[in-house]
């Protein structure tokens, strides 16, 4: 199995700044793209960045320069810098990981989900 456990959430005064991590452990041969979503109270998940095995980076719209996605193969942790918050940002933050199990197995996994909040 494989356990995501997302960190770094919590409430921060607009124009702050938060540093998100996902940390993936147990069966895993490497890790393939990675992804932020994030779900605020009545409104559907949506995508906020994702960054492929190679590095290559994708970003929402509504984040775009103020966001940035990273990962650390070595330790199988990605990372969401959010800066230049809003309050519009405050949502729960989810990763989403695609997980090698075996080479040729591969699965999608969903962290606990942390919650962003950013006041005005």
């Known amino acids: 199995q494989v356990q995501l456990v997302e960190s770094g959430g919590g409430l921060v005064q607009a124009g702050g700044s938060l540093r998100l991590s996902c940390a993936a452990s147990g069966r895993i041969v490497s890790l393939n793209t990675m992804a932020w979503y994030r779900q605020a109270p009545g409104k559907q998940r949506e995508l906020v960045a994702t960054?492929?095995?190679?590095?290559?980076?994708r970003y929402a719209g509504f984040v775009k320069g103020r966001f940035t996605i990273s990962r650390d193969n070595a330790k199988n942790t990605l990372y969401l810098q959010m800066n230049s918050l809003k309050p519009e940002d405050t949502s729960i933050y989810y990763c989403?990981?695609?997980?090698?199990?075996?080479?040729?197995?591969?699965?999608?996994?969903w962290g606990q989900g942390i919650q962003v909040t950013v006041s005005s």
């Open positions: 960054i492929t095995s190679g590095g290559a980076t």
């Open positions: 989403n990981v695609q997980v090698f199990r075996t080479q040729a197995t591969m699965n999608e996994y």
